[in-house]
């Protein structure tokens, strides 16, 4: 018993350390790494200035956007559960108490009851900024999102429209979540013309895509990754900056395969790029941003350039984002590509607790995908 | 009737002296009265003269007009009551994080069914009369001759367009016959800034407030001139000059979007409410309890009108819940509520004024159950002859009339005649079927308007898909509609 659990933790460390090392490397230069993911203690915000950016962790990154929100619109809320003492993941730290109970609020239990709440309150004209507490946990939501959300503008023939609605929710593998805290629900938003959906891969992009999010006509769907809440930090400068929507990034240069992903899982592939590039092979990374409406042209044209894709999310498999872009790219490159559309995602199963660092799309497995496409 | 110990007969009779008890505990059936009475929540009576505009103060009946009002903090009263108990100590108060309880070492459940009927408030009785000592908001002449005309207006434009889909002339309709004053009414005591968000049996709020035969006619034949850009089926009405939301199919997603708006409407200090709309179906889903929830615990200015009318579509209310109706379920989420005979037109006005009145001033939301009878058939898609006898819709179509008993007070009153009754009712037809001309010639939106409106601006991805598609369109023309124009 104490053996299996020794083994396990080490796999976990492993995995964490995989993670921590992938960071160094996807974010900005001046990067200082928050403790290991387990026993964590507090990240409190660094005091290392530069200019007037600061170096901050991801749940800081999203609780200063969400203060500039309130700042700047005095018809922008938060609501959600537990918001109101700073919320589970601290991303709403401060904001009852600077902008008070009218518009920083708990709502009841109950996640189809924020998000129509939510559509009434942004079908008035307001920012509605909509927490709901771990992305496993949208469902109840879904008919509202999907139904009501998405169609609003489209069947009112636009006399009415709830663009003001952002829904944030923590996404992904946090080392030790199972089933329901743990879950990439993405692919499924992917699927509803109407809704908008983003996912940032550090804090300061984090910060940016928010405050696009929020202001940004339509209603959308914002999945926080929370492996990453205290785990990357970042320089982000600390004024009031919007990143585009729909404008996927090329944040490594290559020229053998194009690598795409989103959120936490963009580390993991960074770290594979790096040690691919020691067997000569050169890979380009695309972090998408938006899933919908996503960037084809950026992603087309790199594939211009490789004639490789791999595509990796923890979503599993089957029915993933993953064959969307998949599909898409042989439409439109098929005589450019010299090797089949690869995809390292998580398993068609539930997300396991003792088994996920089986379950996880890994370095290696991206790795080995990264060499077997190439040497197609 | 169980539990009858010494220590509780005690407390009956200390109770008696206090107003009304007595008596509604005689009135009372199915009652567990005692688990009433030792419930911490003391039941309160809102006497409807609290309420300024009613008229005949004097009238105070036990009988009627009761509103049955439960107030959650006023401990002042359960104090009182309970301090004269003998054995002070076996009936504590104690502070839980959840609530103030009162302990008691006897068993009590709550019953499953109220203490007392929910009464079912009503001025007029079946014959368009008064009823003796009633309350209600008065109406102007005015006022009442354009509730009537809205309400015959109704009848025929749903007669003429049900009539229009049987000819195959547009796809689908749903009636509000039945639900006339429902709809009339209750918008007639609303005003124009107050936000709706109907479900689909209320176009009648629509034409109260304005919404012309003609734009009616527009959308259920989903031509250019439509507002919904023919998007949706027909009687999918939405009017943002008239504060409308646009009706959609999905049961009670309307709901919690009412408490939203009308929570927005606090915030901008707003004389205004939202109000929404449902049936007895709606109130099983899950919306319409996060909704109640919710607005109780945001306090916001919403009106809730359900149309308990029976049956959501073959399913009677005996297969939709257990409750005793639908009021009932406000005083279990804090939301005060009423039970109306909706098919009394001054009813449902006094009512719902007063709800405004309420929602309004105290933020809070409120609960209108209008009993009713749904006299169409759900839609043009179901023949309700097959699970409900043809003799009783009948019977409530001819005796039970809502149109037709608010036409004999407005007669009474000598503000309407027959003769002003067939120029109504003619003028209207030919109106309509002169819309319904109109309307059927117009042309359709064009094609365009199948990509517009998915989000703000139209993304590359619709860009792609409507190029792809117009270069089909032209190489397999006889494949689409010819008036739609491309």
Not at chain 2, 368 to 385: I, L, P
Request: aromatic share 10%.
């Amino acid at each position: 018993m104490f053996i299996v659990k020794f083994v396990f933790l080490h796999f976990v460390c492993l995995l964490q350390r995989e993670r921590e090392m992938a960071l160094r490397n996807i974010m900005g230069k001046r990067v200082r790494i928050g403790l290991m993911g387990r026993r964590l203690l507090s990240t409190a915000t660094c005091d290392v200035e530069s200019g007037n950016s600061k170096s901050i962790n991801l749940y800081s990154a999203i609780n200063q956007a969400l203060h500039v929100a309130l700042e700047t619109d005095p018809r922008a809320f938060v609501f959600g559960e537990d918001v109101s003492f700073g919320g589970v993941f601290r991303c709403t730290t401060g904001l009852a108490d600077r902008f008070g109970k009218a518009r920083v609020f708990n709502t009841p239990l109950c996640e189809q009851g924020i998000v129509g709440f939510g559509i009434g309150l942004a079908a008035m004209g307001n920012r509605a900024i909509a927490e709901i507490q771990f992305a496993d946990y949208i469902y109840p939501a879904f008919d509202q999102i999907v139904n009501e959300a998405a169609k609003f503008r489209y069947r009112s023939g636009n006399q009415f429209n709830c663009g003001g609605l952002t829904i944030r929710a923590p996404y992904g593998a946090v080392g030790h979540g199972g089933h329901y805290h743990s879950q990439s629900p993405e692919a499924f938003f992917c699927h509803v013309p109407g809704i908008k959906v983003v996912i940032p891969r550090s804090p300061r992009q984090a910060k940016g895509l928010l405050l696009s999010c929020i202001r940004d006509p339509n209603p959308v769907v914002f999945f926080e990754p929370k492996w990453l809440y205290r785990l990357a930090v970042e320089e982000v400068p600390e004024h009031d900056y919007m990143l585009p929507l729909s404008e996927a990034e090329v944040i490594r240069q290559g020229s053998d395969i194009t690598l795409v992903g989103w959120g936490a899982q963009l580390s993991i592939m960074e770290q594979a790029c790096i040690e691919a590039e020691k067997d000569g092979i050169s890979c380009e990374l695309v972090d998408l941003k938006t899933l919908i409406p996503w960037d084809k042209e950026t992603v087309e044209a790199s594939v211009r350039k490789t004639g490789r894709v791999l595509i990796s999310h923890e979503a599993p498999v089957t029915g993933g984002f993953g064959g969307e872009i998949s599909a898409s790219i042989v439409e439109s490159c098929f005589l450019r590509l010299e090797a089949p559309v690869a995809r390292v995602c998580g398993l068609d199963t539930p997300f396991p607790l003792v088994f996920e660092p089986f379950y996880m799309p890994t370095k290696n497995k991206i790795l080995d995908a990264i060499k077997a496409t190439v040497n197609y | 009737m169980a539990f009858f110990s010494k220590n509780s007969r005690t407390i009956i009779n200390n109770l008696k002296s206090k107003a009304g008890l007595s008596r509604l505990m005689k009135q009372s059936r199915n009652c567990c009265s005692m688990s009433c009475l030792n419930n911490t929540n003391c039941c309160r009576f809102i006497p409807l003269t609290t309420i300024p505009q009613l008229r005949n103060p004097d009238s105070y009946s036990h009988k009627k007009g009761f509103l049955f009002c439960f107030q959650r903090f006023q401990s002042t009263t359960s104090e009182q009551q309970f301090a004269s108990l003998p054995n002070g100590e076996h009936n504590q108060e104690l502070d839980f994080p959840g609530g103030k309880v009162v302990l008691s070492p006897e068993m009590q459940f709550l019953s499953e069914s109220p203490c007392v009927y929910n009464h079912c408030y009503r001025v007029l009785d079946d014959n368009g009369q008064l009823i003796s000592n009633s309350n209600f908001v008065q109406v102007s002449e005015e006022i009442a001759v354009k509730m009537y005309s809205n309400m015959a207006t109704l009848q025929i434009l749903d007669t003429i367009f049900y009539e229009a889909q049987r000819q195959g002339r547009i796809s689908f309709y749903v009636t509000t016959i039945g639900e006339e004053a429902i709809n009339i009414a209750s918008a007639a005591a609303l005003k124009s800034d107050d936000i709706v968000f109907p479900q689909y049996r209320e176009p009648g709020v629509l034409l109260w407030r304005g919404f012309t035969l003609q734009e009616f006619a527009n959308q259920c034949f989903g031509n250019k001139a439509d507002y919904g850009k023919g998007r949706q089926m027909p009687v999918h009405y939405g009017s943002n000059k008239l504060n409308y939301f646009t009706v959609a199919s999905t049961i009670a997603t309307q709901i919690p979007h009412a408490v939203g708006a009308a929570y927005s409407l606090k915030m901008d200090k707003k004389d205004a409410c939202a109000v929404t709309y449902f049936g007895d179906g709606g109130t099983s889903e899950g919306d319409f309890h996060a909704a109640l929830n919710f607005a109780a615990v945001t306090e916001s200015p919403v009106i809730f009108i359900c149309r308990n009318n029976g049956w959501a579509i073959s399913t009677p209310t005996s297969d939709q819940f257990r409750s005793e109706g639908i009021a009932v379920r406000g005083q279990a989420y804090g939301v005060r509520s009423i039970r109306v005979d909706g098919n009394d037109a001054l009813a449902m006005y006094s009512a719902v004024h007063a709800a405004r009145e309420m929602a309004i001033n105290e933020h809070r939301p409120i609960l209108v159950e209008a009993v009713t009878y749904r006299v169409g058939h759900h839609s043009t898609s179901d023949d309700s002859t097959k699970y409900r006898p043809a003799d009783e819709i009948e019977w409530w179509k001819m005796a039970r009339d809502p149109v037709t008993r608010f036409r004999k007070w407005i007669e009474a009153n000598g503000w309407w005649g027959s003769e002003t009754e067939s120029q109504l009712r003619s003028s209207i037809r030919n109106q309509l079927l002169q819309a319904i001309q109109i309307a059927e010639r117009a042309e359709k939106p064009p094609v365009n308007d199948l990509f517009t409106d998915v989000y703000d601006n139209i993304p590359s991805n619709l860009h792609e898909q409507e190029k792809w598609l117009r270069g089909t369109i032209n190489r397999h023309p006889k494949d689409y509609p010819a008036d739609v124009p491309v």
